[in-house]
């Protein structure tokens, strides 16, 4: 099953890929007429359509069949339709077309083709929509839906006899709610989904126009003491990637470079060179204020700061993402919250002990995001794979700045799967927005201002 937001995403993907939205929607016309002609062969059929694609759906269905045996009853002005494409499969019908005139559009018609809402629905359903709904279940008329039925998800849907459904069944359907589902293949290539492309970027968790601050992720980050590039560049990279409130915790050797690092950044000095047992109780109390957690970057290798590490991971409930360093101090561990772990080939060489990134993930309960030429993101039930990004981003900090990407992506209530795959992709192209302008000579803080060149160029409304 996939969710509302999968479909869009494989649409886009798929015409990332070349396949062209309007070839999708006649493939679903093609699926849609067969399963009619099948099931109720000379039948005769009114589709009744919205102006979104579930409406260019069934125009494309219509288009195929005998003008004489079909109708099609529009929801609302042709001037409505939304889309060049749907709108050009309208003006093509030969089919005697009306505005939807409740239940006398039926008189006379074997089958409604129930094309008026789609997978895009929110909130509960209005007219004209919702006496359509009421009509067509009332009527006693065999009803066909396509991709779902109508109002789907809500306290007034269409209950067909049957649902046509594109790709691949919709979460939450079943038999009661929907009657047979038929799953249709319309030609969605199998990279639209294995490949994370910019479809993924419909995930974006855009803030709601009345939000303020704090609402938009609060992110904690553990590291430093050895180095203080590292959770510095983490941080930065968060804010770039939208979260409203990020905080660095370090030790106090790399405490003043970190906080000098930029005006905007939030630090809190922890005792000592490096992470130890005595920060341990207050980095458990203060991580319930944040949403997430990063630790790793430049925490170093002391036995005791990985030993630290270890009690935070085992302990903490706040959804984490566990980077370089501390990646050794998981092992082993099964996770309790929602986790993303981010290690390189060799790191992960040393965590999975000859498993492969499906086995380790399902053993920790855990995302695996196994950095490459090809990143490779696993939940252990299903796996994507990120092939944005460039051979320059090899360079020292690139990993921290990935770290903080998914951690601010965690940290706005993206899952754990989505935030590794949406947070590879944009840095991955922010890499290539970077090469662009600095060729090999690329450093981090450059992929880390290509952040907003992405959001910019890339996000959906």
């Known amino acids: 099953m996939i969710s509302p937001t999968d479909a869009r995403t494989l649409d886009a993907n798929a015409e990332a890929l070349g396949v062209p939205v309007a070839e999708l929607m006649d493939n679903a016309g093609a699926a849609l007429d067969k399963f009619l002609e099948d099931r109720f062969p000379g039948s005769k059929a009114v589709f009744v359509c919205g102006p979104g694609n579930n409406g260019g759906d069934g125009f494309a269905a219509a288009l195929r069949r005998n003008p004489d045996k079909t109708k099609v009853s529009l929801l609302k002005k042709p001037s409505s339709i939304h889309s060049d494409i749907a709108r050009e499969r309208y003006s093509l019908l030969e089919c005697p077309i009306e505005a939807y005139a409740g239940p006398a559009s039926f008189e006379g018609y074997d089958v409604i083709v129930d094309c008026a809402l789609g997978t895009g629905i929110s909130g509960e359903v209005r007219d004209p929509y919702l006496q359509f709904i009421i009509d067509a279940n009332s009527s006693g008329i065999t009803i066909v839906s396509a991709d779902v039925p109508s109002g789907f998800g809500t306290s007034n849907c269409i209950k067909p006899k049957a649902t046509v459904t594109f790709h691949d069944s919709k979460d939450g359907m079943t038999q009661e709610n929907s009657g047979e589902i038929v799953i249709a293949d319309i030609g969605i290539p199998e990279d639209a989904f294995r490949k994370v492309g910019p479809g993924d970027m419909l995930r974006y968790p855009i803030p709601a126009r009345d939000s303020h601050k704090g609402q938009n992720g609060r992110l904690m980050i553990i590291g430093g003491g050895p180095y203080f590039g590292a959770p510095s560049m983490s941080a930065m990279s968060a804010l770039r990637m939208g979260a409203d409130s990020v905080r660095v915790f370090t030790p106090e050797s790399s405490y003043h470079e970190v906080a000098g690092a930029s005006p905007v950044l939030m630090v809190t000095k922890l005792p000592g060179s490096h992470l130890d047992y005595e920060s341990l109780e207050l980095l458990l109390e203060e991580s319930k204020k944040f949403d997430a957690v990063l630790i790793g970057p430049g925490l170093g290798t002391d036995e005791v700061s990985i030993k630290t590490a270890m009690a935070f991971i085992r302990t903490c409930e706040v959804p984490m993402v566990i980077d370089a360093d501390a990646i050794s101090a998981a092992k082993d561990i099964r996770m309790k919250t929602q986790c993303v772990l981010t290690p390189h080939r060799g790191e992960f060489a040393r965590l999975s002990d000859g498993r492969s990134p499906e086995e380790v993930a399902t053993d920790m309960n855990a995302v695996i995001l196994k950095k ?90």
């Open 372 to 461: 490459g030429a090809e990143d490779v993101i696993t939940d252990g039930s299903k796996t994507r794979i990120n092939v944005t990004g460039t051979p320059a981003m090899t360079g020292a900090g690139t990993g921290d700045v990935l770290a903080g990407s998914v951690a601010a992506l965690l940290s706005k209530s993206m899952s754990a799967f989505d935030a590794a795959c949406v947070g590879a992709y944009i840095c991955g192209k922010a890499g290539e927005y970077a090469f662009e302008k600095r060729s090999y000579g690329l450093i981090a803080t450059d992929v880390i201002d290509g952040i907003s060149e992405v959001l910019c160029k890339e996000l959906r409304p």
